[in-house]
């Protein structure tokens, strides 16, 4: 029970933090026109540091799912 509600704030928490990043071009975005915006230098120490907190929340995320399947084949 514990591993799901960690998986559940993990995947909610990761939506935030991917939506929180700027557009970095080259995707789908610019496909349909949202790449018109100019970069202005390079990264911010505050976008490095979200950078970092969602790749250690995109591994936790990975870690309880991991953790979850364990779970699940060790009680069939």
Do not use: P, Y
């Not at 995947?11 to 018109?36: E, R």
């Amino acid at each position: 029970m514990g591993f799901s509600i960690a998986l559940l704030v993990f995947s909610l928490l990761m939506m935030l933090l991917v939506l929180m990043h700027k557009g970095k071009g080259g995707g789908l975005s610019d496909m349909f026109g949202g790449g018109m915006q100019s970069s202005v230098g390079g990264s911010s120490v505050a976008e490095r540091n979200l950078d970092r907190i969602t790749v250690v929340v995109g591994l936790l995320w990975f870690a309880c799912i991991v953790v979850l399947g364990l779970l699940m084949k060790a009680n069939n």
